[in-house]
């Protein structure tokens, strides 16, 4: 069953602090929110969880060749101190599903 695409830097959290930036390489692969977000995307977030990058990204739906991230991703998130945490995704654009 398809599940929804992150497309905005908010659809993400890592110790409950939302995602505030994507650094992406997709450019040509949009929703109408913003671009699909894909397993090679670095995250930045506002709490005490610095970066974050994905770990786990759909298997079946590409984008540029690499794979794009939904509900079922995992990620893993850095801290200035060394901590780590998981990243999760919150919410996709329910327009856009992908396995």
């Known amino acids: 069953m398809p599940q929804p ?10 110790a409950g602090s939302p995602g505030t930036a994507f650094v992406s390489a997709n450019t040509r692969v949009k929703a109408a929110t913003g ?3 894909i397993l ?14 994905w770990v786990l990204g759909n298997t079946r739906v590409k984008a540029g060749g690499i794979p794009t991230v939904g ?3 995992t990620g893993l998130a ?11 995704v919150v919410m996709g ?3 856009v599903g992908a396995t």
């Open 35 to 37: 671009p699909l977000g």
């Open 78 to 88: 850095t801290g200035a101190a060394g901590a780590t945490g998981p990243v999760t």
């Open 71 to 73: 509900m079922g991703s």
């Open 5 to 14: 695409v992150v497309t905005l830097p908010a659809h993400v959290s890592a």
């Open 93 to 95: 654009d329910m327009r």
């Open 40 to 53: 090679t995307d670095v995250m930045s977030f506002g709490g005490p969880l610095v970066t974050g990058a």
